[in-house]
Nanobody, 122 residues
């Protein structure tokens, strides 16, 4: 397993941008698929974006396509989520996750970070 720590959350106005970072520690980071999920109050944790081990395969949920970009740097063991044109409905705790394969189901991920709060104010 890998240990994951998210950072970069905060308060931003509608239309603004944030860049979330996820720092990984442990062995074999480059072999993991990485995902970002989010959970708003009273709602289920939902898939946002995922990237496979070498960045060749990327997926997004429809609501963030064209606004969010996931990327990774295997040498520095980092995963990023660039979020642009933020909307109030993007407000949630954002979690980084590691799994064997790229997928949209949270059950496919073995390791999770503690989450970082993103609040978009109108």
């Amino acid at each position: 397993q890998v240990q994951l720590v998210e950072s970069g959350g905060g308060l931003v106005q509608v239309g603004g941008s944030l860049r979330l970072s996820c720092a990984a520690s442990g062995r074999s980071f480059s072999s993991y698929a990485m995902g970002w999920f989010r959970q708003a109050p009273g709602k289920e944790r939902e898939f946002v974006a995922a990237i496979n081990w070498n960045g060749a395969n990327i997926r997004y949920t429809d609501s963030v396509k064209g606004r969010f970009t996931i990327s990774r740097g295997n040498s520095e063991k980092m995963v990023y989520l660039q979020m642009n044109s933020l909307k109030p409905e993007d407000t949630a705790v954002y979690y980084c996750a590691a799994g064997r394969f790229i997928e949209t189901n949270r059950r496919g991920y073995d390791s999770w970070g503690q989450g970082t709060q993103v609040t978009v104010s109108s």
